[in-house]
């Protein structure tokens, strides 16, 4: 199986953000069906796996997403990335900066910032060269139960002067979704209503829906 980078490394639609697991058969089962419904892109994010299963089951989830065509973003690691091959890393406040992560990257990768209710925070990891700005949490959320709010109202103005993609995150749920992408969101990064979905397949299509003629 080719494990060529990919060519289209676009940031938008249902961005599948991976529940922590150890069983990795579930992983990559819930995967599987993420992107057979229509993720356009996948993080893996596992707080609680040691190193050795992250580098395990991210090594498979770049296979699987390889067969599919889209990029997989490792969160936190970027050794683990760089190790990998794998498309790029999302980096946060406690995370590696932006321009040292750019250093260490092959070139071409993705990285993500996170930005949480800050427009400044936006504009610089912008300037610092970030391929996607991610705004959260805009609604509360059981994976991460201690994110900062935001509100929509800062997406609307996040989209008058960011030129980078724009990802919502925290709490997107179905029935709050259309919100977030109608105020100015390119992407949605849902991990909990996707994966803990009795249809993780069902559930994607019904997201990737909300994008129609968007991707
Ligand atoms: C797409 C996306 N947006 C935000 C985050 C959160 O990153 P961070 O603040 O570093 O928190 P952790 O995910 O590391 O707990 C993300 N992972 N992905
Ligand atoms: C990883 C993460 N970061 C957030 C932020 O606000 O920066 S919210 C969040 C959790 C996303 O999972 P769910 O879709 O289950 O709420
Ligand atoms: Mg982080």
Redesign the pocket.
């Known amino acids: 199986m080719s494990m060529r980078p990919l060519r289209n490394l676009r940031i938008r639609g249902l961005y599948a ?1 991976t ?1 922590d697991s150890q069983n990795t058969n579930d992983l990559l089962d819930g995967t599987q069906q993420a992107l057979t419904g229509g993720a356009q892109v996948i993080q893996y ?1 596992n707080k609680s796996a040691d190193k050795v299963l992250r580098k395990e089951q991210a090594g498979l989830l770049l296979q699987l997403c390889r067969q599919h065509e889209i990029p997989l973003i490792i ?1 936190d690691h970027i050794e683990l990335a760089i190790e990998i091959g794998a498309d790029g890393v999302h980096v ?1 406040r406690d995370d590696i900066s932006i321009s040292t992560a750019r250093k260490l990257l092959p070139p071409g990768k993705i990285i993500g910032a ?3 209710n800050n427009l400044e925070s936006a504009l610089e990891a912008e300037k610092q060269g970030a391929d996607y700005v ?11 139960p201690d ?4 509100s929509i109202n800062l997406v609307n103005q996040a989209r008058q002067i960011i030129t980078k993609p724009i990802v919502g ?5 179905l029935i709050n979704a259309a919100v977030v992408i109608q105020n100015g969101c390119d992407a949605i ?8 979905a009795e249809n993780i397949k069902v559930r994607a299509a019904q997201y990737a829906r909300l994008f129609a003629g968007k991707l």
Do not use: E, H
């Not at 991610?134 to 991460?144: E, N, V």
């Not at 994110?147 to 935001?150: L, R, Y």
């Open positions: 953000i529940p994010r969160n946060g996170s930005c949480y991610a705004f959260g949490a805009f609604y509360p959320s059981t994976t991460k994110a900062i709010p935001v995150i925290g709490g997107i749920r990064a849902v991990c909990g209503d996707l994966f803990q």
